[in-house]
C-alpha cells in the first residue's frame, strides 16, 4: 500500500485528496452529514462538526473522539451571524477553507392540503437559507484563496417533483438551480460547485416509519458523494436506482406523466388510511411508458 493513502472497506485504497485540508460539514451530527464527516476524518482531513444543538454535538464529540483533527460547533444555520461565526472561527483557526458541505436540512413529506405557513417557513429557513447563507460567507474565503469546493446537499426531489413533496420540492430545486448556476459563474476562478442530490438513505429522517427497502447505509453514501466531490462532478444522484429514474424520466416524460400520478394515488389512499407511502415500489419503477 503506498505511504499515506489510508484502506478503505475490504481493504481498497482510499486517494488523499482530502488529506490534510480544511472542511465544515453543517448538518454533521447525525445521518448523511455525521457520515461525510467521518469519512473526510478517515481520509486525513481537519472538519468541523457542526449541529444544530449542543446536545447532539456533545454526543458527536464522544463517537468521533478517536479523530484528532475533529472539531465541533453548535451552529444554527438558520441564522445568517452564527453561519458567519463558523466560517471566520475555521478561517482563523485553520488559515483557510477548502470544502464546505452545506448538508443541514430537513425532510418533508406531507398531504399539501394540510400544509401550514409556519412548515414552509421552517424548510425554507432550514434547506435554503441555511445553504444561502453558507455561501454568503464562504464564497469569498475561497475566493481570496484562489480555491474551494462548495457541496450543496439537494435531493432527488430537487430534480423530480414526487406528490406531497411540495414544501421540499420548493426548496430542493431552488439549492439544485441556484448551484448550477454557482458552478457554471465561479468555474473561471477556481471555486467548484456540486449538488449532492440523494433519494433514500436509512438515517433518522425515516423516525417513527418503516424505512424504504431500497434505501442505502449513510456510510456508504458518504462513500459515493466524495467519489464525486474528488472528481469534482457537479452532479452526484445516488442510489443507482435513483440516478436511473431520473434518466428514464428525462429520456421519456410520457413514462414520469404516468408514473407520477399513480405515485400520488398511492400517497393520497396511503394518507387517506393512516398508513403514510413513503417508499418507491418496483413495479411502479417497471412500469411501461
Known sequence: MPWGMPAGPEGEIMSDTFADKIAIVTGGTSGIGYAVAEELLKRGATVWVIGS?????????????????????????????????????????????????????????????????????????????????????????????GSGHIVNTSSVAGIIAPPAQTVYCATKYAVTGMTEALRYEFFEDGITFTTVCPANVATAIFAGTTIPKEAIPADEAARIILSGVEKKEGLIIFPEFAKKMYERFLADPAFEEKFMLEYARRRNAGWASGVPYLGVPDDLLDMQG
Not at 72 to 86: E, I, R
Open 53 to 145: 444543538r449542543q446536545e447532539s454535538v456533545d454526543k458527536a464529540k464522544i463517537s468521533l473522539a478517536a479523530y484528532r483533527k475533529a472539531k465541533f460547533a453548535a451552529v444554527d444555520v438558520t441564522v445568517a451571524d452564527q453561519v458567519k461565526g463558523m466560517i471566520d472561527t475555521c478561517v482563523s483557526e485553520d488559515g483557510r477553507l477548502d470544502y464546505l458541505f452545506n448538508n443541514a436540512g430537513i425532510g418533508m413529506t406531507h398531504p399539501s392540503r394540510h400544509l401550514t405557513l409556519e412548515m414552509w417557513r421552517k424548510a425554507i429557513d432550514l434547506n435554503l437559507w441555511g445553504v444561502v447563507y453558507g455561501v454568503h460567507y464562504a464564497l469569498p474565503v475561497m475566493l481570496a484563496q
